[in-house]
């Protein structure tokens, strides 16, 4: 038997995972104090957290122990079972360290059990975009092994692009270097980041104002866009719903025959983006 992992910090929505029907690793935020792990928009409040984020709450995120790790994985260690686990980027947390530690117990206590995790080097949606169609690709019958190739090709075809309202979020969270994010964070200017071939944040751009923002959103999109009526466009906001209602008009004009999803930003990476960000994820003809 084998079975396929994926965490909340891919920002695919719950229904998705529903449809799915795979474990999912939850990711944990604090704010005001109380520890919560996100559950993908199943009973989250989003415009309780970004109203508190605005009036001056400062969340924070944190790593998963490895005794939650090990709680997570033995079951299935136990059985014998393959696991593949497709996660987020490892050099936005420290918490693959204690998968790590986790493993290496769990490796002693159940030799021979074969355990692979795939960095699709990519957070949110860039993320959630590989899970979904490499879990996908693994249920029409192919195996592990087959999928994780599938991924290889996959990760470099699938491009994510935001906008923030302020890079300190992304500094506070060791995300961002001091240096970017005050250099970002001028009056009237929107940066543009993606996460880079690394699996890094990086400022691409910084344009003025939000009309050049999503002007700069739709070129990437014309100019790096692949099949792109074949696969879904993703826009996500983070409390921000009519700059993407404008995204989304934008892309519905250029491109009618497109499948648009709509979701959130949930708060474990609001937390580090911040309210107002908006982000656009799409099959590229590179990353």
Not at 103 to 117: C, D, H, I, W
């Amino acid at each position: 038997m084998s079975v396929i992992f994926f965490d909340t910090d891919c920002e695919l929505w719950y229904t998705q995972a529903d449809e799915l029907g795979c474990p999912v690793i939850k990711m944990p935020y604090t704010i005001d104090g109380e520890e919560k792990f996100y559950d993908l928009g199943r009973d989250t409040d989003f415009k309780d957290f970004y109203a508190r984020v605005r009036n001056g709450s400062m969340p924070i995120t944190s790593a998963l122990n490895p005794t939650q790790y090990i709680e997570i994985f033995e079951p299935y260690f136990a059985k014998g079972e393959e696991i593949l686990y497709i996660s987020f980027s490892s050099e936005l947390s420290g918490t693959f360290g204690h998968l790590e530690t986790a493993l290496n117990e769990l490796n002693a206590k159940y030799p021979g059990v074969k355990f692979t995790r795939f960095d699709t080097k990519s957070i949110s949606f860039g993320g959630g975009y590989q899970v979904y169609f490499a879990i996908k690709y693994f249920q029409e019958g192919h195996t592990i092994d087959e999928t994780v190739e599938f991924l290889k090709d996959f990760t470099q075809h699938v491009s994510v692009y935001f906008m923030v309202d302020d890079l300190m979020h992304l500094h506070r969270g060791g995300r961002l270097s001091k240096t970017s994010a005050v250099l970002g964070s001028v009056l009237g200017i929107k940066p543009i980041l993606h996460v880079n071939d690394e699996g890094k944040l990086e400022v691409i751009d910084k344009v003025k104002g939000e009309k050049k923002a999503l002007n700069y959103f739709m070129d990437k999109l014309e100019n790096d866009g692949l099949d792109v009526d074949k696969y879904p466009i993703v826009i996500l906001d983070a409390d921000n719903e009519e700059t993407a209602d404008r995204l989304n008009a934008k892309i519905s004009e250029k491109y009618p025959n497109a499948e648009i999803w709509r979701y959130p930003v949930g708060p474990v990476i609001g937390t580090h983006a911040g309210p107002g960000t908006v982000a656009v994820c799409f099959h590229s003809k590179n990353r």
